[in-house]
């Protein structure tokens, strides 16, 4: 099959590749039903993190099983099954905890934007629908694999409830799903650091209730000004930079709480400063196997439609135009359908 | 009166100062009943908090009022209080919502080791007792001022809970009393690393259910392997060095929580490693303020003994060999009495 391959920064290719085969007798090959470009497949394209080898890319998913390894057990040929980007046995202390991001036998999916894609951990990993969704549905249920799975571990790890006051640092997809999550899960208040016209629109859209363009210390200044000096209870850092987890850290009222889920580039912590602000601190990758249930029952229902943040489809051949154009900030996220 | 004054590192004196007197409406004075030197009083005294200029030491205190400013209306000369180290408004934002430690007026006492002392903002800081407690209860209220509520914060920012699994990581008063706090908020577990005798037994009296030895790389071994590989879900974090941190980093499971209350001293953390170790950080001066009422109830009624951490007596006029017996890790913490 033809499938994409990242060579080296700025180097996407879609080029011809083995076909993914049961490797292990708890794989599951799917055929995708769609596929994606995910903010963090930017980190190597930028050169911002190290390309050893060529990288068979792509970890966000969703579509039919096509075979399943002699133990899998939950899942079947012929269903419809979205899984999370982090692989995970969905057994071990770690995962029965929630953290199914941690698990002891985690890995990391690799190689869906592809026709056909091996997913290891398969009882682990998959949830399969009762029916096949219509084919309206698969943006959205794309969407929950990572993406909005993440923006939603943000919003829970900064500990949203009803009626509290949040910030979403940064306007990528993730950051405009945080918003989607908190408004979800009762938030009062949203405001969205976003200057962004498209997306601060898309923001307003998910539920955000502010939108502060300022950056920075004026960023900061501008939120503590609407929150009357005191600052938020709950801040998602959606980006990984140190800009961006200073921007959170300095609009966290002390005892608040920080959800930070870009992973972190070239981000340190002094100890004694993080103390004396006092904030409640939560990263990693999200353990989206956790609320994969209920985000797919969300969406079937049609009370969310997380895949409004794909706003640039291309079939899967012009991968590499995707990549560019997400890059160049063109597209919010680009959404690769399948032949 | 004499007072204990820090004028460089290892240099403690006792000497005339000027009475402590009333300099704002809301300031109370107070006549000590004890006081005491804090483990944090050993950074300045070891070079590793500058001293710019000579130092009025304590902060902790308990005793009996004898005047009060003009706008002070929850206590009166004759009454016997407990007062926090962090002195707060206690009406405030932040302190409204727990945090006193993070006051927007926060001051941090000094002037404790003296047989008076101003406590500003008064109404806002210190806490009365119905009657005059007997001289034996003495150690026990005085210890509530900060090792207690540094120890008990630590224990609640780690979230211990009934049946958790603890690990205390520092055998000072503070973690001792982090022990005390841990089997008080119903823990099931609690391993406290410590290879000093004594402090280990006074650990086991507080409630400590193991003792770990071995430090570093080999600690974390040691704890992983009594927890199944898995690690505790509440560390509590109280020395403040680099390698503490470490150590509590390395036996705290996915999701679990690490309350952090040494002040850090050359502590810096990778953004990346801690989004990937996916825990739980919340640190800072605890909030002693919140739990005051609580704790020195728990004192009064007899269900627990924190003063026991002092094995060490001897009159405020040695207080520096006070200081010297804590420094050379001779005594755990010193009680100073006031003539």
Known sequence: ?????????????????DDPKILKPTDAIIQLSATCICGSDLWPYRGASPIEQPMHMGHEYCGVVVEVGSEVRTVRPGQFVVGSFCLSDNTCPHCRSGFQSSCRQREFMSGAQAPYARVPLADGTLVATEEMPDDAMIPHMLAVSDVLGTGWYG????????????VVVGDGAVGLLAVLAARQMGAERIIAMSRHETRSQLAREFGATDIVTERGEDGIARILDMTDGIGAESVVEAVGTKEAMQQAMGVCRPGGAIGYVGVPHGVTLDGQDLFFRQQRMLGGPAPVRRFLPDLMDRVLQGRIQPGRVFDLTLPLAQVADGYKAMDERRAIKTLLTVA
Chains 1, 2 share one sequence.
């Open 1 to 17: 099959m033809y499938a994409t391959v990242m060579h080296g920064p700025g180097d996407v290719r879609y080029e011809q590749v």
């Open 155 to 166: 919003a829970w790890a900064a500990d949203v409830r009803e009626g509290s006051t949040v």
